[in-house]
Protein backbone atom coordinates (compact mmCIF):
# COMPACT_ATOMS: atom_id res chain seq x y z
CA UNK A 1 0.00 0.00 0.00
CA UNK A 2 2.66 2.59 0.83
CA UNK A 3 4.43 1.92 -2.15
CA UNK A 4 1.95 1.79 -4.47
CA UNK A 5 1.24 5.24 -3.20
CA UNK A 6 4.65 6.21 -3.63
CA UNK A 7 4.19 5.67 -7.26
CA UNK A 8 1.31 7.77 -7.90
CA UNK A 9 3.07 10.81 -5.72
CA UNK A 10 5.76 10.52 -7.84
CA UNK A 11 3.08 12.21 -10.67
CA UNK A 12 1.03 15.10 -9.61
CA UNK A 13 -1.65 13.76 -11.23
CA UNK A 14 -2.72 11.34 -13.43
CA UNK A 15 -5.84 10.16 -15.80
CA UNK A 16 -8.23 7.77 -14.40
CA UNK A 17 -7.54 5.12 -17.10
CA UNK A 18 -3.74 5.46 -16.09
CA UNK A 19 -5.18 5.47 -12.35
CA UNK A 20 -6.78 1.80 -13.13
CA UNK A 21 -3.83 0.45 -14.78
CA UNK A 22 -1.42 1.71 -12.31
CA UNK A 23 -3.41 -0.17 -9.57
CA UNK A 24 -4.30 -2.93 -11.37
CA UNK A 25 -1.24 -3.73 -13.34
CA UNK A 26 1.47 -2.22 -11.76
CA UNK A 27 4.43 -4.80 -12.35
CA UNK A 28 5.09 -4.71 -8.67
CA UNK A 29 2.37 -3.36 -6.73
CA UNK A 30 -1.01 -3.65 -8.77
CA UNK A 31 -3.55 -5.55 -7.88
CA UNK A 32 -3.47 -8.44 -10.78
CA UNK A 33 0.48 -8.75 -9.66
CA UNK A 34 -0.15 -9.36 -5.65
CA UNK A 35 -3.13 -11.74 -5.68
CA UNK A 36 -4.80 -14.04 -7.02
CA UNK A 37 -8.98 -12.62 -7.28
CA UNK A 38 -10.95 -15.74 -7.68
CA UNK A 39 -12.84 -17.90 -5.69
CA UNK A 40 -14.61 -17.76 -2.94
CA UNK A 41 -11.07 -17.40 -0.94
CA UNK A 42 -10.62 -14.49 -3.37
CA UNK A 43 -12.50 -11.04 -4.24
CA UNK A 44 -14.90 -12.36 -6.88
CA UNK A 45 -15.90 -15.57 -8.64
CA UNK A 46 -16.32 -15.67 -12.54
CA UNK A 47 -18.68 -18.02 -14.60
CA UNK A 48 -16.09 -20.21 -15.33
CA UNK A 49 -15.34 -20.62 -11.39
CA UNK A 50 -18.94 -21.13 -11.18
CA UNK A 51 -19.73 -24.53 -13.13
CA UNK A 52 -17.99 -26.26 -16.30
CA UNK A 53 -21.26 -26.18 -17.53
CA UNK A 54 -20.55 -22.51 -19.25
CA UNK A 55 -17.44 -23.83 -20.59
CA UNK A 56 -18.83 -26.53 -21.98
CA UNK A 57 -21.24 -24.14 -23.84
CA UNK A 58 -18.35 -21.63 -25.16
CA UNK A 59 -16.30 -25.26 -26.20
CA UNK A 60 -19.83 -26.70 -28.44
CA UNK A 61 -19.78 -23.03 -29.81
CA UNK A 62 -15.74 -23.43 -30.68
CA UNK A 63 -16.22 -26.82 -32.59
CA UNK A 64 -19.45 -25.33 -34.51
CA UNK A 65 -17.27 -22.24 -35.70
CA UNK A 66 -14.55 -24.70 -36.67
CA UNK A 67 -16.93 -27.08 -38.58
CA UNK A 68 -18.35 -24.18 -40.31
CA UNK A 69 -14.81 -22.83 -41.10
CA UNK A 70 -15.10 -26.51 -43.25
CA UNK A 71 -12.64 -28.37 -40.50
CA UNK A 72 -9.37 -26.70 -41.18
CA UNK A 73 -6.67 -29.29 -39.86
CA UNK A 74 -5.23 -25.98 -37.98
CA UNK A 75 -6.91 -23.34 -36.71
CA UNK A 76 -5.82 -20.85 -33.90
CA UNK A 77 -8.19 -20.32 -30.39
CA UNK A 78 -6.75 -17.45 -28.70
CA UNK A 79 -8.08 -16.79 -25.09
CA UNK A 80 -7.51 -13.06 -23.72
CA UNK A 81 -7.29 -12.61 -20.12
CA UNK A 82 -7.34 -16.57 -18.97
CA UNK A 83 -7.60 -15.49 -15.17
CA UNK A 84 -6.66 -18.63 -13.03
CA UNK A 85 -6.70 -20.97 -16.29
CA UNK A 86 -10.35 -22.37 -15.26
CA UNK A 87 -11.66 -22.20 -18.82
CA UNK A 88 -8.57 -23.48 -20.80
CA UNK A 89 -8.96 -26.56 -18.63
CA UNK A 90 -12.72 -27.41 -18.83
CA UNK A 91 -11.84 -26.49 -22.98
CA UNK A 92 -9.37 -28.69 -23.06
CA UNK A 93 -11.15 -31.70 -21.46
CA UNK A 94 -14.50 -30.90 -23.26
CA UNK A 95 -12.31 -30.83 -26.80
CA UNK A 96 -11.18 -35.04 -25.83
CA UNK A 97 -15.08 -35.83 -27.00
CA UNK A 98 -13.95 -34.03 -30.44
CA UNK A 99 -10.90 -35.81 -31.98
CA UNK A 100 -10.39 -33.76 -35.18
CA UNK A 101 -11.55 -30.73 -33.83
CA UNK A 102 -9.07 -31.52 -30.83
CA UNK A 103 -6.45 -32.33 -33.50
CA UNK A 104 -6.58 -28.94 -35.26
CA UNK A 105 -6.99 -26.44 -32.26
CA UNK A 106 -3.63 -24.58 -31.30
CA UNK A 107 -4.78 -22.69 -28.22
CA UNK A 108 -3.19 -19.55 -27.26
CA UNK A 109 -3.23 -17.66 -23.79
CA UNK A 110 -2.71 -13.93 -23.49
CA UNK A 111 -2.38 -12.82 -20.05
CA UNK A 112 -0.95 -9.04 -18.81
CA UNK A 113 -0.37 -10.38 -15.07
CA UNK A 114 3.42 -11.96 -14.54
CA UNK A 115 1.83 -13.84 -11.39
CA UNK A 116 -1.76 -14.76 -13.01
CA UNK A 117 0.17 -16.52 -15.77
CA UNK A 118 2.19 -18.54 -13.45
CA UNK A 119 -0.28 -19.76 -12.26
CA UNK A 120 -1.92 -20.41 -15.58
CA UNK A 121 1.50 -22.69 -16.28
CA UNK A 122 1.64 -24.88 -13.33
CA UNK A 123 -1.88 -25.70 -13.95
CA UNK A 124 -2.44 -26.45 -17.78
CA UNK A 125 0.13 -28.74 -19.08
CA UNK A 126 -0.95 -29.40 -22.46
CA UNK A 127 0.91 -28.97 -25.87
CA UNK A 128 -1.63 -27.12 -27.40
CA UNK A 129 -1.49 -24.49 -25.18
CA UNK A 130 1.43 -21.55 -25.52
CA UNK A 131 1.42 -18.38 -23.93
CA UNK A 132 1.74 -15.24 -26.82
CA UNK A 133 3.01 -11.49 -25.62
CA UNK A 134 2.19 -10.40 -28.42
CA UNK A 135 -0.96 -10.65 -31.26
CA UNK A 136 1.52 -10.40 -33.91
CA UNK A 137 2.73 -13.82 -32.74
CA UNK A 138 -0.39 -15.28 -34.17
CA UNK A 139 0.93 -16.12 -38.15
CA UNK A 140 -1.38 -18.43 -39.27
CA UNK A 141 -5.67 -18.61 -39.14
CA UNK A 142 -8.61 -19.16 -38.82
CA UNK A 143 -8.04 -17.55 -35.59
CA UNK A 144 -11.06 -17.19 -32.82
CA UNK A 145 -10.32 -15.09 -29.63
CA UNK A 146 -12.45 -15.26 -26.78
CA UNK A 147 -12.21 -13.50 -23.27
CA UNK A 148 -14.97 -13.63 -20.81
CA UNK A 149 -14.94 -10.60 -17.99
CA UNK A 150 -11.78 -9.33 -20.07
CA UNK A 151 -12.72 -6.10 -21.58
CA UNK A 152 -14.12 -5.14 -18.12
CA UNK A 153 -11.19 -5.12 -16.46
CA UNK A 154 -8.92 -3.24 -18.68
CA UNK A 155 -8.57 0.78 -17.83
CA UNK A 156 -10.97 3.47 -18.84
CA UNK A 157 -11.54 7.04 -19.54
CA UNK A 158 -14.32 9.72 -17.72
CA UNK A 159 -15.60 12.51 -18.94
CA UNK A 160 -18.21 14.61 -17.73
CA UNK A 161 -19.94 17.95 -19.79
CA UNK A 162 -20.15 20.73 -17.89
CA UNK A 163 -21.99 23.87 -19.51
CA UNK A 164 -21.12 22.67 -23.11
CA UNK A 165 -16.94 22.21 -22.13
CA UNK A 166 -15.64 18.38 -21.58
CA UNK A 167 -14.12 17.55 -18.61
CA UNK A 168 -11.46 14.44 -18.14
CA UNK A 169 -11.49 12.72 -14.48
CA UNK A 170 -8.33 12.78 -12.76
CA UNK A 171 -6.65 11.26 -9.78
CA UNK A 172 -4.07 12.66 -7.53
CA UNK A 173 -2.51 12.11 -3.67
CA UNK A 174 -3.50 14.42 -1.28
CA UNK A 175 -2.45 13.61 2.33
CA UNK A 176 -1.98 10.14 1.59
CA UNK A 177 -5.66 9.56 0.53
CA UNK A 178 -6.66 9.50 -3.77
CA UNK A 179 -8.90 12.49 -4.58
CA UNK A 180 -10.62 12.51 -8.64
CA UNK A 181 -11.54 15.64 -10.12
CA UNK A 182 -12.34 16.92 -13.49
CA UNK A 183 -10.31 19.12 -15.54
CA UNK A 184 -10.50 20.41 -19.31
CA UNK A 185 -10.01 17.49 -21.90
CA UNK A 186 -7.63 17.37 -24.17
CA UNK A 187 -8.84 18.01 -27.74
CA UNK A 188 -7.84 15.03 -28.68
CA UNK A 189 -9.68 13.10 -26.62
CA UNK A 190 -12.99 15.36 -27.07
CA UNK A 191 -12.25 14.33 -30.68
CA UNK A 192 -12.77 10.85 -29.91
CA UNK A 193 -15.41 11.29 -28.09
CA UNK A 194 -17.42 12.89 -31.13
CA UNK A 195 -16.17 10.51 -33.60
CA UNK A 196 -18.16 7.88 -31.60
CA UNK A 197 -21.05 10.08 -31.43
CA UNK A 198 -20.73 9.91 -27.27
CA UNK A 199 -21.67 13.83 -26.70
CA UNK A 200 -25.21 13.46 -27.26
CA UNK A 201 -26.07 13.60 -23.34
CA UNK A 202 -25.16 14.77 -19.98
CA UNK A 203 -23.61 12.82 -17.49
CA UNK A 204 -20.77 10.79 -17.38
CA UNK A 205 -19.16 9.50 -20.77
CA UNK A 206 -17.07 6.39 -20.29
CA UNK A 207 -14.17 5.86 -23.39
CA UNK A 208 -12.36 2.13 -22.98
CA UNK A 209 -9.12 3.59 -24.48
CA UNK A 210 -7.27 0.53 -23.35
CA UNK A 211 -9.98 -1.89 -24.90
CA UNK A 212 -9.92 -0.29 -28.39
CA UNK A 213 -6.29 -0.48 -28.25
CA UNK A 214 -6.28 -4.22 -27.14
CA UNK A 215 -8.61 -5.08 -29.53
CA UNK A 216 -6.99 -2.95 -32.68
CA UNK A 217 -4.80 -6.01 -32.88
CA UNK A 218 -7.82 -8.72 -32.63
CA UNK A 219 -9.83 -7.15 -35.47
CA UNK A 220 -6.47 -6.58 -38.04
CA UNK A 221 -5.90 -10.47 -37.25
CA UNK A 222 -9.56 -11.50 -38.12
CA UNK A 223 -9.74 -9.32 -41.22
CA UNK A 224 -6.30 -10.72 -42.40
CA UNK A 225 -6.64 -14.49 -41.55
CA UNK A 226 -10.64 -15.08 -41.40
CA UNK A 227 -12.32 -15.88 -38.00
CA UNK A 228 -14.11 -14.56 -34.98
CA UNK A 229 -13.77 -12.63 -31.86
CA UNK A 230 -16.65 -13.69 -28.95
CA UNK A 231 -17.11 -11.57 -25.73
CA UNK A 232 -18.67 -12.24 -22.66
CA UNK A 233 -19.10 -9.25 -20.05
CA UNK A 234 -20.61 -7.16 -17.35
CA UNK A 235 -22.72 -4.48 -19.28
CA UNK A 236 -24.87 -2.57 -20.82
CA UNK A 237 -26.91 -2.03 -24.95
CA UNK A 238 -28.46 1.29 -23.96
CA UNK A 239 -26.34 4.24 -23.42
CA UNK A 240 -26.19 5.11 -19.53
CA UNK A 241 -24.43 8.33 -18.95
CA UNK A 242 -23.38 6.99 -15.58
CA UNK A 243 -19.98 6.69 -13.68
CA UNK A 244 -19.97 2.41 -13.39
CA UNK A 245 -16.41 1.84 -11.88
CA UNK A 246 -16.78 -0.20 -9.13
CA UNK A 247 -14.33 -1.29 -6.69
CA UNK A 248 -14.55 -5.05 -4.99
CA UNK A 249 -12.53 -6.66 -2.07
CA UNK A 250 -13.58 -9.75 -0.68
CA UNK A 251 -16.90 -9.84 -2.72
CA UNK A 252 -17.62 -6.54 -0.87
CA UNK A 253 -18.03 -2.98 -2.30
CA UNK A 254 -15.02 -0.83 -2.10
CA UNK A 255 -14.04 2.86 -2.39
CA UNK A 256 -12.41 3.52 -5.54
CA UNK A 257 -9.60 5.14 -3.68
CA UNK A 258 -8.87 3.28 -1.30
CA UNK A 259 -7.26 -0.89 -0.94
CA UNK A 260 -4.89 0.27 -3.37
CA UNK A 261 -3.59 -2.82 -4.78
CA UNK A 262 -5.67 -4.65 -2.56
CA UNK A 263 -9.54 -4.17 -4.42
CA UNK A 264 -10.03 -4.81 -7.85
CA UNK A 265 -11.93 -1.74 -10.14
CA UNK A 266 -14.09 -3.16 -13.59
CA UNK A 267 -15.95 -0.69 -15.46
CA UNK A 268 -19.72 -2.02 -17.52
CA UNK A 269 -19.02 -2.83 -20.74
CA UNK A 270 -20.76 -0.49 -23.07
CA UNK A 271 -22.06 -3.40 -25.92
CA UNK A 272 -23.21 -0.77 -28.73
CA UNK A 273 -19.76 1.03 -28.62
CA UNK A 274 -18.07 -1.40 -28.85
CA UNK A 275 -20.39 -2.57 -31.79
CA UNK A 276 -19.72 0.59 -33.58
CA UNK A 277 -15.92 -0.14 -32.86
CA UNK A 278 -15.70 -3.40 -34.39
CA UNK A 279 -17.94 -2.19 -37.44
CA UNK A 280 -15.35 0.76 -37.89
CA UNK A 281 -12.89 -2.02 -38.03
CA UNK A 282 -14.22 -3.70 -40.90
CA UNK A 283 -16.13 -6.56 -39.01
CA UNK A 284 -19.72 -7.82 -39.03
CA UNK A 285 -21.11 -7.71 -35.42
CA UNK A 286 -23.93 -10.55 -34.46
CA UNK A 287 -27.13 -9.40 -32.66
CA UNK A 288 -25.79 -8.91 -28.95
CA UNK A 289 -27.29 -11.52 -26.54
CA UNK A 290 -27.79 -11.62 -22.73
CA UNK A 291 -25.82 -14.23 -21.37
CA UNK A 292 -29.01 -16.22 -20.44
CA UNK A 293 -29.90 -16.35 -24.49
CA UNK A 294 -27.13 -17.35 -25.48
CA UNK A 295 -26.15 -20.00 -22.59
CA UNK A 296 -29.38 -21.42 -23.45
CA UNK A 297 -29.37 -20.96 -27.36
CA UNK A 298 -26.29 -23.17 -26.75
CA UNK A 299 -28.48 -25.94 -24.74
CA UNK A 300 -27.39 -25.48 -21.39
CA UNK A 301 -29.87 -26.51 -19.63
CA UNK A 302 -30.43 -29.94 -21.89
CA UNK A 303 -26.62 -30.24 -20.49
CA UNK A 304 -27.44 -30.16 -17.31
CA UNK A 305 -29.84 -32.74 -17.43
CA UNK A 306 -27.55 -34.75 -18.77
CA UNK A 307 -25.16 -34.18 -16.65
CA UNK A 308 -27.24 -34.52 -13.79
CA UNK A 309 -29.00 -37.78 -13.84
CA UNK A 310 -26.96 -39.72 -12.07
CA UNK A 311 -26.16 -37.19 -9.43
CA UNK A 312 -27.50 -37.23 -5.59
CA UNK A 313 -30.05 -34.93 -4.40
CA UNK A 314 -27.49 -32.72 -3.02
CA UNK A 315 -25.00 -32.54 -6.10
CA UNK A 316 -27.96 -32.60 -8.15
CA UNK A 317 -28.99 -29.56 -6.43
CA UNK A 318 -25.80 -27.75 -6.08
CA UNK A 319 -25.04 -27.84 -9.85
CA UNK A 320 -28.90 -26.42 -10.49
CA UNK A 321 -28.11 -23.43 -8.15
CA UNK A 322 -24.69 -22.72 -10.20
CA UNK A 323 -26.59 -23.09 -13.85
CA UNK A 324 -29.30 -20.69 -12.07
CA UNK A 325 -26.53 -17.98 -11.22
CA UNK A 326 -25.41 -18.24 -14.50
CA UNK A 327 -28.64 -17.51 -16.57
CA UNK A 328 -31.35 -16.68 -14.05
CA UNK A 329 -32.43 -12.54 -15.43
CA UNK A 330 -31.82 -11.32 -11.70
CA UNK A 331 -28.32 -12.85 -11.33
CA UNK A 332 -25.60 -13.13 -14.15
CA UNK A 333 -27.96 -14.13 -16.81
CA UNK A 334 -29.11 -10.45 -17.94
CA UNK A 335 -26.83 -8.36 -16.48
CA UNK A 336 -24.01 -10.07 -18.37
CA UNK A 337 -23.84 -9.51 -22.47
CA UNK A 338 -22.22 -11.72 -25.28
CA UNK A 339 -20.72 -9.67 -28.26
CA UNK A 340 -19.33 -11.84 -31.76
CA UNK A 341 -17.42 -9.83 -34.03
CA UNK A 342 -16.73 -11.82 -37.23
CA UNK A 343 -14.47 -11.67 -40.18
CA UNK A 344 -17.48 -10.37 -43.31
CA UNK A 345 -16.55 -13.05 -45.17
CA UNK A 346 -17.78 -15.86 -42.19
CA UNK A 347 -21.42 -16.90 -41.82
CA UNK A 348 -21.34 -18.60 -38.68
CA UNK A 349 -23.75 -17.23 -36.70
CA UNK A 350 -24.94 -19.94 -34.03
CA UNK A 351 -26.87 -19.25 -31.01
CA UNK A 352 -27.01 -15.28 -32.65
CA UNK A 353 -29.53 -15.62 -35.20
C1 LIG B 1 -11.61 -10.38 -14.47
S1 LIG B 1 -10.31 -11.38 -14.95
C2 LIG B 1 -11.16 -12.63 -15.90
C3 LIG B 1 -10.45 -13.94 -15.92
C4 LIG B 1 -11.10 -15.09 -16.68
N1 LIG B 1 -11.34 -14.77 -18.04
C5 LIG B 1 -12.37 -15.55 -16.01
O1 LIG B 1 -13.45 -15.36 -16.58
O2 LIG B 1 -12.29 -16.14 -14.92
C6 LIG B 1 -9.44 -10.43 -16.17
C7 LIG B 1 -8.26 -11.14 -16.76
O3 LIG B 1 -7.71 -10.34 -17.83
C8 LIG B 1 -6.29 -10.17 -17.62
N2 LIG B 1 -5.90 -8.92 -18.29
C9 LIG B 1 -6.27 -7.68 -17.99
N3 LIG B 1 -5.74 -6.78 -18.85
C10 LIG B 1 -5.05 -7.49 -19.74
C11 LIG B 1 -4.30 -7.14 -20.90
N4 LIG B 1 -4.17 -5.89 -21.30
N5 LIG B 1 -3.74 -8.13 -21.60
C12 LIG B 1 -3.88 -9.43 -21.22
N6 LIG B 1 -4.56 -9.81 -20.12
C13 LIG B 1 -5.14 -8.87 -19.40
C14 LIG B 1 -6.19 -10.19 -16.11
O4 LIG B 1 -4.89 -10.33 -15.64
C15 LIG B 1 -7.10 -11.37 -15.80
O5 LIG B 1 -6.50 -12.59 -16.11
Known sequence: MKKINKILSNKSKITMDNYMD??????????????NPFGIKGDFVTAPNISNLFCEM????????????KKPNNFYFVEL???NGDFCLVLLKSL???PEAFKAINIMLYEKSN???KIQKKRIVSKKVSWIKNFKDIKKGPVIFFGNEFLDALPIKQFKIINSNIFERYASLKKNKVNFFYEKAQKKHVNKLKNYKLLKNNGVIEYPEHGFRELEGVCKKIEKLNGGALFIDYGYVIQKNQDTLQSIMNHKFNNLGDNIGKADITSLINFSLYKRYFNYKNLYVENILTQSEFLQKMGIVERFKIVSKKMNISDKSNL??????????????????VIFAKNKKCNFSLAFK
Open 22 to 35: IVLYDKKFGYYQKK
Open 58 to 69: IAIWLVSFWENL
Open 81 to 83: GPG
Open 96 to 98: KNF
Open 115 to 117: RLK
Open 320 to 337: YSRLKRLIDPNMMGENFK
